[in-house]
């Protein structure tokens, strides 16, 4: 198969390694010819590190690196039979690419975009033949990352829902089928990780060190929230929370934090600048944990009740199948164990009883209990 892939930078890169180890021949374009020169070095590097570390032959990797093809013109795409857009997240930007890209390519070429956040059937619309515009949407790093989230517009055609469902499978990925809604699976049903942890930090119920012991000691989770946060970058992670909060018109439960929006202001962005919400210099203090039981399974079972409660809205709303959304969450991030599932193991009453106490204190719209979760529950008892 012969596959464009626009945008070389973090994820582009990643999409071309996977594309051409499984065997296609990539066209990899990118308008800055200092960007395609940095993915081609960084793409060398990897080989050669897969290569010393005994996990690819030196003939399989030169092969896989004869298979990207890096592109000057746009126009070197013509004879691609799918091309993934990941370039900056700008609809404006995006959709002026896709028409240029349409007087380009062949009639039966499938034009998918990378985005996170915008929506399929606004850039889909941007297209003379908008039934041939899906939404994949790879995880980062893409080579490391199986799970593959497969968005067709309201426009998009069956049978290339189809294509590139298998070409996404064919490529050892595991694609999991979204509807075209804010944040797709993952970035929406994982908003809660973050977002209750900064609650409870904010209403000074703990603190962060205190938090991420809580949810990675009673949850099994590999890093805590404020860690993961400094992790995907402040910047990063604030603007998917913004959007997502913004496109579901101002529900509550998706609501920014201060505490994260100051952060950003600062130029606090995490690892990547050395601060964030911890501090990543060499004699940076390590900070202290209050290991209080009590207090830590109540900062759990509050942040995982409100998880599990999004996972339910999600099926509610056909986002996408039960095993699809617990696929999505232990393959996509890493989560040790489905929502829904871990929701049924502790019992979906007691998940519905956290959540109407949460709205009981409260009185927020944003601890309302799916009616889903109460129906499950129900069905369950
Ligand atoms: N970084 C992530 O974790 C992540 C995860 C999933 C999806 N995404 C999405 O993938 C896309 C790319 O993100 P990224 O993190 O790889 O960005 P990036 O900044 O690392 O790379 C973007 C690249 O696109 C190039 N570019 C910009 N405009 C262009 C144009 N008009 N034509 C050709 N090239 C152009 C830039 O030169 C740059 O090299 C975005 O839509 C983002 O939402 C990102």
Redesign the pocket.
């Known amino acids: 198969m012969i596959v464009g892939v626009?945008?070389?930078?973090?994820?582009?890169s990643g999409i071309a390694q996977v594309a051409a180890t499984a065997g296609c021949k990539v066209f990899l374009?990118?308008?800055?010819a200092i960007?395609?020169q940095k993915?081609e070095s960084r793409l060398q590097s990897t080989f050669s590190s897969l290569v010393e570390k005994g996990k690819l032959s030196f003939e399989k990797s030169a092969e896989i690196r004869s298979n990207i093809q890096y592109a000057s013109s746009?126009q070197e795409l013509k004879n691609a039979e799918l091309v993934i857009?990941?370039?900056?997240?700008n609809k404006e930007?995006?959709a002026?690419?896709f028409s240029n890209l349409e007087q380009i390519v062949s009639n039966d070429c499938i034009l998918a975009?990378?985005?996170?956040?915008?929506s399929i059937a606004s850039l889909a619309a941007s297209c003379k033949k908008p039934e041939r515009f899906i939404g994949i949407?790879?995880?980062?790093p893409a080579p490391l990352m199986a799970l593959v989230e497969i968005i067709p517009a309201v426009q998009t055609s069956e049978i290339v829902m189809t294509k590139a469902f298998y070409t996404i499978k064919a490529w050892g990925k595991i694609p999991v089928k979204a509807r075209d809604t804010p944040g797709f699976i993952v970035n929406r049903v994982a908003r809660p990780f973050y977002g209750e942890a900064l609650r409870i930090f904010d209403e000074g119920l703990a603190d962060m060190p205190t938090i991420d012991w809580a949810m990675k000691t009673f949850g099994g989770f590999k890093m805590g929230p404020f860690e993961l946060m400094d992790f995907?970058g402040n910047d990063?992670n604030f603007t998917v929370t913004e959007t997502v909060f913004h496109s579901f018109f101002c529900d509550p439960r998706y609501m920014p934090s201060f505490t994260q929006k100051r952060m950003v202001e600062a130029g606090y962005l995490g690892r990547k600048t050395g601060r964030g919400f911890y501090d990543y210099s060499p004699n940076a203090i390590k900070p202290s944990v209050d290991e209080d039981p009590d207090l830590g399974k109540m900062i759990f079972d509050r942040t995982l009740a409100m998880l599990i409660n999004e996972a339910a809205e999600a099926l509610h709303y056909g986002i996408a199948s039960t095993e699809d959304i617990d696929l999505a969450m232990t393959k996509g991030v890493n989560y040790p164990k489905g929502l829904l599932n871990w929701g049924k193991e502790i019992g979906l009453q007691t998940i519905v009883n956290q959540m109407d106490n949460l709205f009981e204190e409260y009185h927020d719209p944003r601890y309302r209990a799916s009616s889903k979760l109460r129906k499950m529950a129900t069905e369950c008892a």
């Open positions: 626009i945008g070389s930078g973090t994820m582009g374009f990118d308008e800055s960007a395609l993915a746009l857009e990941a370039i900056v997240e930007i995006k002026k690419l975009s990378n985005t996170s956040s915008l949407h790879f995880f980062n995907i990063v």
